[in-house]
């Protein structure tokens, strides 16, 4: 008989991804047991393994929802009809305001990817390379002239705003959508212009 899936079983999934999120982040991937995230989930041992087979599948399934919701979140902005250096605004502002609320799941992906083996590691960096590519085209585009025949300054460049958005969620993760949108502008008008232009 097949056993029929119950009608919560989405948003028990969500809850579990959730709770599991900040055992990994607080404890480690290699120290949580899912005795340990079964308790932290308020389900028992055997109910979370109705949902995981192990830890393993959860933390992939973590960073996976995560990384694919923040992917289509940045991606999808509409940029239509903006400028050169709104776009790189608007790209800098969403993925601030993306990162809010995410704090757990943020910090698993800084640590978790490379427990997962290679082929779930290289789907979860699809998902970071199209966001890169994004951020990286709107910097070319806002400065094109800087980065002519310049593919490792323009890295560099776009992982350095990344670093700077990053340092952000680390010291003001409870921080408001206003503090957001303030620190996008002084990042993109850093980016673009220098601590003279800000």
Not at 12 to 39: N, P, T, W
Not at 65 to 91: F, K, M, N, V, W
Not at 124 to 143: F, N
Request: aromatic residues 8%; charged residues 25%; negative net charge.
């Amino acid at each position: 008989m097949v056993r029929t899936i119950a009608k919560d079983h989405d948003e028990k999934r969500k809850q579990i991804l959730k709770s599991a999120a900040k055992v990994f982040a607080d404890q480690g991937f290699d120290r949580a047991s899912m005795s340990l995230l079964a308790r932290e989930c308020g389900i028992s041992k055997a109910n979370i393994y109705h949902y995981y087979d192990g830890k393993d599948a959860l933390l992939f399934d973590i960073l996976d929802t995560y990384l694919q919701e923040l992917r289509e979140t940045i991606c999808g902005i509409e940029l239509d009809g903006l400028s050169p250096t709104e776009r790189l605004h608007a790209i800098v502002a969403a993925t601030l305001k993306a990162y809010q609320g995410a704090d757990n799941e943020h910090r698993v992906q800084t640590t978790g990817i490379s427990a997962l083996p290679p082929d779930q590691q290289d789907v979860l960096r699809g998902y970071q390379r199209d966001m890169v590519q994004q951020m990286s085209e709107a910097i070319r585009a806002a400065a094109p002239e800087v980065f002519e025949g310049e593919k490792g300054k323009l890295y560099s460049t776009t992982m350095s705003v990344f670093g700077m958005l990053n340092w952000f969620y680390m010291w003001n993760s409870h921080a408001g959508a206003e503090a957001r949108e303030d620190y996008a502008r002084l990042v993109s008008d850093l980016t673009l212009k220098g601590v003279r232009g800000i």
